[in-house]
C-alpha cells in the first residue's frame, strides 16, 4: 500500500487528469499535485513520499534537475518519468539519474496502473530486504559502493567538474582512456523458449568476461533501456587506447555470437585526463552505441571516432517520400504504401548510416501527423486508440526494422478507417490538408470554399460539425501549434517564425503567442532549448 504520491506538472489539464486517475487506482493513497519541480521537492522535503511521478519540462525546477536532487537525497523514493514521445531521446538521460519507471504521454489507466503496481511490488522487496540485513550490514554496504555511487553520479553529469568533487577517490582515472557503453540480450532463437532472456549461466560468464577487461568499481550496470529483456553496463577504460579497446570488446562479440547472446557496444574517443570529461566521454559512447539500430540481429562494435561525421550530417532526402505517402493514404492504397515504405527504407540503409534518432524521429512524426491528421474525422475513440498506439510502438522502438514494421502496420489500420468511414472525407479534409500544407499563406473561408467547390457558408457549418470549432479557431490553433513547434526545434528568429505560420505583423503575434502558451516567444525558445540540452 502507497501511503503518498508526488505529482509535478506545469500543465494543469495534464495534472489534474493524472491526480484523479492515480485517485481512482489507489483510493486511499494521498495525491498531492504540484506545478513545478520547486513545489514537488518542497513538498518531499516537508512531507516525505514514497512515489514521485514527474514531467521533463517545467519552469523554477525541471524533471531532470528534480529527478538528480530527489535520487541524491532520499534515494528510497520511487521515481516515474512522465514523457511524451518527442521527449523520449533525452529522457534515458533521466533512467541515469534514478527514474526507475516511465508513462509516455497521453497514457492511459490500464498502464499507470501497471506502473504503480511494479514500484509497489519493487518496494516491498527492498523493505524486506531491510529487515533480512539489518541496520550494520546496511551502512556497510552503503560504504564499500561509495565509489562506484559517485562514478555513477559522474556519468550522469551531476557536476561541471567531477574531478573538483572528491578528486582522491579516482586516482586512476586521472589518465588517457576510453570509456565504453554495451548492450546485451539473447539472440532471438535462444529466447524464444525463455521468457526471461539470458539464463543466469549465460549472465554470469558474460559479467567475468567484462570484468576482466574493466574490474570494479569501474564496471558498472546501468539502468534497463527500452527492451526489458536487454543489459546496459558503462566500462571505464583508463589506460586503454580506442583501438585496444575496440579490440578487446570484438573479440568479446564474436565469443558472445557462439554462445547465442547478441552484444552490442559503442566507444568513445580516447582523453588524456579522462575523469575531467568522464560525462562527455560517456555520450560520445552511447551516440556511437546508438548505430546498433541498424543491426539488430547481429551484435558490433561501433567507435565513435567513426560515426561522429554521420551524426550531425543531413538525412537523406524524404521529401517524396512523405508526398506519396500522404497521397496514397488518402486514397487507402496499401499495396502502394508497402511499395513505397519499402523502397525508403532501402534507402535509408544504403551507404553511410544515417543518425539513427534523426531517421527515427522523422519516420515516426510523419506517421503520428498523418494519424492526428484523422482528429474528428473518425471516432474519437478510434483515434485515441490509434494515437496512442503509435506513440507507445515508437517510442520502445530500437531499430531500422522495427520503425518500418510499425509504421506500415499503423498505416494498414489508418486505411481501415478510410475505407470504413468514406463519408467523414470529404471537403473538410481536404480544407484541413490545404491549411496545414499554405499555413504561411493568407487564407479565406472563400479561399477554402473555391478549393472544394461549396458556398462559404455550408462550409462553415461543415467545418463546425466535423472539426467542433470554426474556421477561423481552427487556423489560429494550426498556427500556434507550428510556431510552437518552429520555435523548439529551430533557429529562426521570431519575426521569421511568424512570417512562416502567416502573421504579417509581429506584435499580433507575440500577443496571440503568449495568450495561447502564456509566456513570450523567446522564452518558450528558452524552455524547450533547455530541455533538448538534458
Known amino acids: ?143 564499500e559502493s561509495v565509489r562506484q555511487k559517485d562514478i555513477l553520479k559522474r556519468l550522469a553529469a551531476g557536476c561541471d567538474s567531477p574531478a573538483a568533487v572528491c578528486p582522491e577517490l579516482f586516482p586512476e582515472l586521472r589518465q588517457t582512456g576510453v570509456v565504453a557503453v554495451i548492450r546485451w540480450k539473447s ?36 539502468e534497463q533501456g527500452i527492451d526489458k529483456k536487454e543489459h546496459r553496463a558503462a566500462l571505464l577504460l583508463p589506460g586503454k587506447a580506442e583501438e585496444e579497446a575496440f579490440q578487446c570488446l570484438n573479440r568479446l562479440e564474436q565469443e558472445m555470437k557462439q554462445r547465442d547472446i547478441l552484444f552490442w557496444g559503442g566507444i568513445s574517443d580516447g582523453h588524456s585526463n579522462l575523469l575531467d570529461v568522464l560525462s562527455d566521454a560517456v555520450k560520445e559512447a552511447e551516440d556511437a552505441l546508438a548505430f546498433c539500430f541498424y543491426t539488430p540481429e547481429a551484435g558490433r562494435i561501433f567507435a565513435y571516432k567513426k560515426v561522429e561525421k554521420n551524426l550531425d550530417a543531413p538525412i537523406k532526402p524524404m521529401t517524396v517520400f512523405e508526398k506519396e505517402l500522404k497521397d496514397m493514404l488518402h486514397r487507402g492504397a496499401m499495396e502502394k504504401l508497402t511499395e513505397i515504405l519499402e523502397r525508403q527504407k532501402k534507402v535509408l540503409a544504403e551507404g553511410s548510416a544515417q543518425n ?128 510552437g513547434e518552429l520555435l523548439a526545434t529551430t533557429d529562426y528568429k521570431v519575426a521569421e517564425v511568424a512570417e512562416r505560420c502567416g502573421f504579417r505583423d509581429g506584435s499580433y503575434f507575440n500577443r496571440v503567442f503568449r495568450r495561447e502558451y502564456q509566456m513570450a516567444p523567446e522564452q518558450y525558445r528558452k524552455v524547450h532549448t533547455l530541455c533538448r540540452k538534458q
Do not use: W
Request: proline letters at 3%.
Open 187 to 222: 539472440s532471438e532463437g535462444h529466447a524464444a523458449g525463455r521468457r526471461e532472456g539470458l539464463s543466469a549461466r549465460q549472465q554470469n560468464f558474460l559479467e567475468q568476461q567484462l570484468r576482466v577487461i574493466s574490474t570494479d568499481p569501474f564496471f558498472l550496470k546501468l
Open 1 to 143: 500500500m502507497l501511503s503518498r504520491i508526488i505529482v509535478a506538472d506545469d500543465e494543469g489539464i495534464q495534472r489534474k487528469v493524472l491526480s484523479d486517475v492515480l485517485k481512482q487506482i489507489l483510493p486511499e493513497t494521498e495525491v498531492v499535485a504540484c506545478s513545478n519541480g520547486e513545489e514537488a521537492y518542497a513538498e518531499i522535503e516537508q512531507g516525505g513520499g514514497e512515489v514521485l511521478l514527474t514531467d521533463i519540462c517545467m519552469p523554477e525546477m525541471d524533471g531532470i534537475e528534480l529527478i538528480e536532487k530527489v535520487s541524491e537525497n532520499y534515494p528510497r523514493i520511487k521515481i516515474i518519468l512522465i514523457s511524451a514521445y518527442q521527449e523520449f531521446e533525452y529522457a534515458r538521460s533521466a533512467i541515469r539519474y534514478g527514474a526507475v519507471e516511465y508513462l509516455i504521454k497521453p497514457f492511459r489507466i490500464r498502464d499507470a496502473r501497471e506502473v504503480l503496481e511494479r514500484v509497489s511490488r519493487s518496494l516491498d522487496q527492498e523493505r524486506e530486504q531491510e529487515q533480512k540485513l539489518g541496520h550494520y550490514d546496511c551502512i556497510l554496504e552503503e560504504r
Open 356 to 483: 539513427p534518432g534523426k531517421v527515427r524521429h522523422r519516420i515516426s512524426s510523419l506517421l503520428v501527423s498523418e494519424i492526428k491528421g484523422l482528429e474528428g474525422m473518425i471516432p474519437q475513440k478510434d483515434f485515441d486508440l490509434l494515437l496512442n498506439e503509435a506513440y507507445e510502438r515508437y517510442a520502445q522502438c530500437d531499430s531500422l526494422d522495427g520503425l518500418f514494421d510499425i509504421s506500415r502496420e499503423l498505416l494498414v489500420s489508418m486505411c481501415g478507417q478510410v475505407r470504413k468511414a468514406p463519408d467523414t472525407y470529404d471537403a473538410v479534409e481536404s480544407c484541413v490538408m490545404y491549411m496545414k500544407q499554405h499555413l504561411e499563406e493568407e487564407i479565406s473561408l472563400q479561399t477554402l470554399a473555391d478549393l472544394v467547390h461549396f458556398h462559404p457558408n455550408y462550409l462553415s457549418g461543415q467545418i463546425k460539425n466535423k472539426l467542433g470549432v470554426s474556421f477561423s479557431v481552427y487556423l489560429l490553433k494550426l498556427r500556434m501549434e507550428r510556431a
